[in-house]
């Protein structure tokens, strides 16, 4: 039985219990110079994602740490979410170059940045 419901963007197959999503992830990797990783980690949560939240753009964001041992800094991939590529591209545009600069600003030549952007293609999960 191959049941799919329309779920908000969303198609649910039951019998693989797998998930298609039009969906866009924006990724942001950063690695942090050592000397501001702690004052750059209370920022990133307490002003800057909540900022390009803010936006209205993005569904949900996650702070993620990248496990592998760097030879200076700390590494981290910052996930933001959108419903479709339109929503990513007026950020991009509008909002992006302003909170980039403000990163910049506060920051400078304590990072190194690379963005990603991914489509999300499916999304398998387990029901229990």
Same mark, same amino acid.
């Given at each position: 039985?191959?049941? @799919?419901?329309?779920?908000?963007?969303?198609?649910?197959?039951? /019998?693989?219990?797998?998930?298609?999503?039009?969906?866009?992830?924006?990724?942001?990797?950063?690695?942090?110079?050592?000397?501001?990783?702690?004052?750059?980690?209370?920022?990133?949560?307490?002003?800057?994602?909540?900022?390009?939240?803010?936006?209205? +753009?993005?569904?949900?964001?996650?702070?993620?740490?990248? +496990?592998?041992?760097?030879?200076?800094?700390?590494?981290?991939?910052?996930?933001?979410?959108? /419903?479709?590529?339109?929503?990513?591209? @007026?950020?991009?545009?509008?909002?992006?170059?302003? +909170? @980039?600069?403000?990163?910049?600003?506060?920051?400078?030549? /304590?990072?190194?940045?690379?963005?990603?952007? +991914?489509?999300?293609?499916?999304?398998?999960?387990?029901?229990?």
């Amino acid at each position: 039985m191959n049941k @799919q419901f329309a779920f908000k963007n969303c198609i649910i197959a039951n /019998k693989n219990n797998s998930i298609y999503r039009q969906m866009i992830i924006y990724n942001v990797t950063i690695n942090i110079n050592d000397e501001v990783h702690d004052e750059w980690v209370q920022w990133m949560n307490e002003v800057h994602i909540p900022d390009v939240m803010s936006c209205g +753009l993005f569904t949900h964001a996650r702070m993620c740490k990248v +496990l592998v041992v760097e030879e200076a800094g700390t590494t981290y991939a910052i996930q933001y979410t959108a /419903k479709s590529m339109n929503d990513y591209e @007026q950020y991009r545009d509008v909002y992006a170059p302003a +909170l @980039q600069a403000a990163t910049m600003k506060k920051f400078k030549d /304590k990072f190194v940045a690379f963005r990603t952007l +991914l489509e999300v293609v499916y999304e398998h999960h387990r029901i229990d």
